[in-house]
């Protein structure tokens, strides 16, 4: 059973260009969960979704910042018009319930986007 | 004030020793404490998880909840240099707040 697959691993971006990060949940999950990690910094909690439905995004930033988690296939968090302060870890995670019963959540290994 | 304070470290100790991790918060909702490990350039994985207030032992990790004094420790006995990694400490209230708080993490190093 595969973990949580992250990609790509480093992503580099001028500013103003689009970010894509794919997250592929554990086979079985169904709840997806992203994160940004700024150096020297914890996570933050950015978005929740289940598939085809965000459940909390009270984390996002309003503007510029998009996730979806379709039917088939990945969640794909987007970012559009990066800046350099976007540049960070972003981390998704998965579980097969909700976070709320404490049902333990499996992170990736990351995407490191790098803004130039 | 942040919700979670963990001091960053570094905290450096030789093999063998007890290590004592920490966090304060400030949100009493808080009901699910966690301690997550985290090595470079990887995802953070789960290592405990306690509810409420109490102890928690498995193998040679212990977790304390203190709820009265918002406080949270992680104790590693018999340090190993494997043990070297960041240590985030994590809670979430239990009505429904799907938000995992993070502290910011502190670096130890196991000195062989």
């Known amino acids: 059973n595969a973990g949580v697959m992250q990609n790509p691993r480093h992503l580099v971006r001028r500013r103003g260009q689009e970010a894509r990060l794919r997250c592929s949940p554990m086979?079985?999950?169904?709840?997806v969960y992203w994160y940004r990690q700024l150096p020297e910094e914890g996570l933050k909690f950015m978005v929740y979704l289940q598939k085809e439905n965000i459940i909390d995004e009270s984390g996002m930033p309003k503007e510029r910042f998009s996730a979806e988690f379709p039917k088939e296939g990945p969640s794909i968090l987007r970012i559009q018009q990066v800046v350099r302060g976007d540049s960070a870890a972003y981390f998704c995670?998965?579980?097969?319930?909700?976070?709320?019963?404490?049902?333990?959540?499996?992170f990736g290994q990351g995407t490191r986007l790098t803004v130039v | 004030q942040k919700e979670v304070e963990q001091d960053p470290g570094p905290l450096s100790v030789p093999e063998g020793a007890i290590v004592s991790l920490n966090c304060t918060y400030s949100?009493?909702?808080?009901?699910?404490f966690m301690w997550y490990r985290q090595y470079s350039r990887k995802g953070p994985e789960l290592l405990m998880y306690t509810y409420s207030s109490g102890n928690k032992e498995d193998g040679r990790f212990t977790a304390q909840v203190d709820k009265s004094s918002k406080y949270i420790s992680l104790f590693i006995r018999d340090s190993q240099p494997s043990d070297s990694a960041t240590y985030l400490c994590a809670m979430s209230a239990s009505t429904g707040g799907f938000k995992t708080i993070f502290g910011a993490g502190t670096r130890l190093f196991v000195k062989a």
């Open positions: 949100n009493s909702a808080f009901q699910y």
């Open positions: 086979k079985g999950h169904s709840h």
């Open positions: 995670a998965s579980s097969p319930s909700g976070f709320r019963e404490n049902t333990e959540a499996f």
